[in-house]
């Protein structure tokens, strides 16, 4: 029976942290895509069009990476924060950080996660599902100072949307109604959906010490 490699087209460390916590032990590669050129590029573009379109296009840098394996599925994904009309991604700045912080304080925002899962045999592709997901965020109501202090924690300038919800971002998050994985940065109830259009039960991937 051949075994699947389980591979994340991903830099993020809480989307591994999701996997290893849901039973997979993923291979790691991460894609060069100049993701602020295709979201210009892509700027007419309903949302959630664009952020699975981004996961796609990590998918096709990726591809010629993960080896000739007789069995390899791929997975990309890529977040942003609807707000006010606007699809923003990483602040990368402080100054830009604090702007989206003023912005979302006490207010309610969806953040978008595009799934690009790809089915790999010997080098080439042989299936491939894409979908998103979508979470409203109820941020709380931050003063200037807490403001100040998250950022200068670092956390918030490469993350979607300026904000974590399993670290120190999740202080100032009300709630959620939707899936939280998403938030994190990969849906496992999507993932699992989009595994199984790809012919792939997600229960032989999990690790030997997760079975």
Do not use: N
Request: glycine share 10%; charged share 20%.
């Amino acid at each position: 029976m051949t075994s699947t490699d389980f591979v994340l087209g991903s830099a993020s460390p809480a989307r591994l942290r999701v996997l290893q916590q849901a039973g997979i032990d993923p291979r790691v590669l991460v894609a060069d895509v100049d993701e602020d050129g295709l979201v210009a590029e892509l700027a007419a573009s309903p949302p959630a069009d664009i952020v699975t379109r981004l996961a796609v296009a990590k998918a096709d840098a990726l591809v010629p990476r993960v080896g000739d394996g007789d069995d390899v599925v791929l997975v990309t994904c890529d977040s942003m924060l609807h707000i006010g009309g606007e699809l923003v991604g990483k602040p990368h700045t402080p100054e830009v950080a604090r702007q989206r912080w003023t912005r979302m304080s006490g207010q309610s925002a969806m953040l978008l996660t595009g799934h690009c899962v790809t089915r790999i045999r010997r080098g080439e592709p042989i299936a491939r599902a894409t979908d998103s997901a979508a979470t409203e965020i109820r941020f709380a109501t931050v003063d200037a100072a807490a403001v100040d202090a998250y950022v200068a924690t670092g956390e918030p300038l490469a993350v979607a949307g300026a904000f974590t919800l399993d670290g120190l971002g999740g202080w100032f998050v009300d709630g959620i109604d939707g899936d939280p994985s998403s938030v994190i940065g990969i849906s496992l109830p999507l993932t699992r959906r989009l595994l199984a259009r790809v012919d792939v039960d997600v229960t032989t991937l999990w690790s030997a010490q997760a079975r």
